[in-house]
């Protein structure tokens, strides 16, 4: 074999090598996740949101700020929808306002502060489904900073309509 040949060999095998070596990285840092993984593993979930769920769907603010919230209950089964009726003290009592399917919280939530539960009871025919082992909805909450807003709203409805209004200025938002 000729030298230019050798080395021309040689020079392949290195290219191939370092294809390699770098389908490794990719495979081990993104497709694989193991890295992100194991820091989330270690998290406390309380140091990765703001808004914390609880079982019995009341919702603590963990920010530093105060927010506006609104819920939604998202089924499983979308027929569930109209078939279900929500049971709470809290919103016969006005602290969650519905209107057209969010639930709103009355005021805003302060730092480290708790909602009330939203429900007490979500019951679909004869079952309540607050009281199933697997849940067959999720909530869907949204919430919008107080600072973000150009006044103070005096409810959830009008504080959400404030934000929707700069978004449809297109005012330059930064979250």
Same mark, same amino acid.
């Given at each position: 074999? *000729?030298? %230019? ?6 020079? +392949? =095998? ?5 294809? #390699? ?6 495979? @081990? ?10 820091? +989330? ?5 309380? *140091? ?5 769920? @609880?079982?019995? !769907?009341?919702? !603590?603010? @963990? ?5 506006? =919230? ?41 730092? *480290? ?16 489904? +607050?009281? %199933? ?13 107080? +600072?973000? #807003? ?6 959830? %409805? ?15 938002? !930064?979250?």
């Amino acid at each position: 074999m *000729k030298r %230019q040949d050798k080395l021309s060999v040689l020079l +392949m =095998l290195g290219i191939l090598c370092l294809v #390699l070596v770098n389908a490794g990285a990719i495979y @081990h840092m993104w497709l694989n996740g193991e890295g992100r993984l194991a820091e +989330m593993k270690g998290e406390d979930p309380e *140091k990765r949101s703001e808004l914390i769920f @609880h079982d019995d !769907t009341s919702i !603590t603010n @963990h920010g530093s700020r105060k927010l506006w =919230l609104r819920v939604r209950i998202i089924y499983k089964d979308p027929s569930d929808e109209k078939q279900c009726r929500v049971d709470s003290k809290a919103i016969k009592d006005g602290i969650w306002v519905e209107e057209n399917g969010w639930y709103y919280y009355r005021a805003p939530v302060k730092s *480290k502060e708790n909602t009330r539960p939203l429900i007490d009871r979500l019951v679909c025919g004869d079952t309540d489904l +607050m009281n %199933q082992g697997v849940r067959s909805f999720r909530l869907q909450a949204e919430a919008v900073d107080e +600072m973000w #807003l150009s006044q103070t709203p005096c409810s959830g %409805q009008e504080a959400f309509q404030l934000f929707n209004d700069l978004d449809q200025e297109g005012a330059n938002l !930064t979250l």
